[in-house]
T-cell receptor, first 116, second 112 residues
């Protein structure tokens, strides 16, 4: 079946502009996660959703970052007034449930964001 | 989350078994061991996970020691396409189950 889909796959934006990154989870998965990976760095947790609510937003690096999820499906990560340090690959994952640690996350291939 | 320790790199000959070790000496009773891998320019790929019993699926086997302080991921017949960074992760229960902590992983190179 279809995996996690992210769009766009690549995004180049100018410093100061806003960007929206989209994630379509696997059908039936109630939990959705956002991570980012900077060049040569490990994966950094940003936020996760169970349904439409976000129990843990602790990884969002600043108030320029926000995310929402509607209808328990698609999620959008928005970065306002982008800075060069926001350049990274933004990865989305989904799992059947986030109320158990026995439910694997399945990742998309990410959106590569470059801020010039 | 419990911290994991993995060797930074390993080599394996094509067709041979690749055995990737992971230490997680501070693991708690309700924490699962997960393995993911990441090939350049792709998102992490789920491989296998387990709590205390050994697990096997179509990709790999996971051997967890009886005291759960370490585990080994086994790729039974490594191919060139198995060259990747392999991450061992201990996933907490409770309110932290949404947050996986990825370390630096093991770079596995499979050579002809």
């Amino acid at each position: 079946g279809a995996g996690v889909s992210q769009s766009p796959s690549n995004k180049v934006t100018e410093k100061g502009k806003d960007v929206e990154l989209r994630c379509d989870p696997i059908s039936g998965h109630t939990a959705l996660y956002w991570y980012r990976q900077s060049l040569g760095q490990g994966l950094e947790f940003l936020i996760y959703f169970q349904g439409n609510s976000a129990p843990d937003k602790s990884g969002l690096p600043s108030d320029r970052f926000s995310a929402e999820r509607t209808g328990g499906s698609v999620s959008t990560l928005t970065i306002q007034r982008t800075q060069q340090e926001d350049s990274a690959v933004y990865l989305c994952a989904s799992s059947l449930s986030a109320v158990s640690n026995n439910s694997p996350l399945h990742f998309g291939n990410g959106t590569r964001l470059t801020v010039t | 989350d419990a911290k994991t320790t993995q060797p930074p790199s390993m080599d394996c000959a094509e067709g041979r078994a690749a055995n990737l070790p992971c230490n997680h000496s501070t693991i708690s009773g309700n924490e699962y061991v997960y393995w993911y891998r990441q090939i350049h320019s792709q998102g992490p790929q789920y491989i296998i996970h387990g709590l205390k019993n050994n697990e096997t699926n179509e990709m790999a086997s996971l051997i967890i020691t009886e005291d759960r302080k370490s585990s080994t991921l086994i790729l039974p017949h490594a191919t060139l396409r198995d060259t990747a960074v392999y991450y061992c992760i201990v996933r907490a229960g409770g309110t932290s189950y949404g947050k996986l902590t990825f370390g630096q992983g093991t770079i596995l190179t499979v050579h002809p």
